[in-house]
């Protein structure tokens, strides 16, 4: 999802001879999510792990990612892999299987989505194989992020009509 700076609408700003004043805009953070680290990187990288779904369940799948903490999770070989090792993986953040939408909206996507308010250009996008929730996920964290974006423009067009 790429989302450009909504522009302030030409009535408002005939009116408003220099552009609206830095300390009316209520300016969102531009730090991405992901702590310190993730601050001086271009590119924070996010894991969603979904829950197994009825048909997987009633197959008796197993999982084959599990979290360790916010940042790792690991491959579980199959028993009739035993020999395998449990390999860990460590990214920005992690979400697990019994996350909600609106925590990766609100931990890993909602001040990349509002920096372009700022003027940022900003992009998200899901990447998995299919039927791994890429959809799912998108679809949530875009109605958010609209919501949050809409509520913007209004409170600066309120200001500005002040
Ligand atoms: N976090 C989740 N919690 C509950 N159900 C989920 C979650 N993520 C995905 N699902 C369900 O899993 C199924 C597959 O998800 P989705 O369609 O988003 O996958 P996809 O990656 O977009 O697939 P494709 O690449 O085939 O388009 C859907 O039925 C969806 O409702």
Redesign the pocket.
């Known amino acids: 999802m790429t989302v450009k700076a909504p522009g302030t609408p030409t009535s408002k700003i005939d009116r408003t001879p220099a552009s609206t004043p830095a300390s009316k805009i209520d300016r969102t953070p531009v730090s991405t999510p992901g702590g310190p680290r993730a601050k001086e990187e271009k590119i924070v990288v996010t894991v969603?792990?979904?829950?197994l779904?009825k048909r997987e369940q009633l197959a008796k799948d197993q999982v084959a990612w599990e979290c360790l903490d916010d940042n790792t999770i690991v491959y579980k070989p199959p028993p009739q892999e035993r020999s395998a090792q449990p390999v860990p993986f460590t990214f920005d953040k992690v979400f697990g299987?019994s996350?909600l939408?609106e925590s990766v909206y609100e931990e890993g996507v909602k001040n990349v989505a509002l920096s372009s308010l700022m003027g940022i250009n900003a992009t998200i996008f899901?990447y998995?194989?299919?039927?791994?929730?890429?959809?799912?996920?998108?679809?949530g964290i875009t109605e958010k992020a609209v919501i949050d974006i809409y509520n913007h423009i209004i409170n600066v067009n309120l200001i500005i009509a002040n």
């Open positions: 969603r792990l979904r829950p779904n299987p996350s939408t899901a998995g194989q299919t039927s791994s929730g890429k959809t799912y996920t998108m679809r």
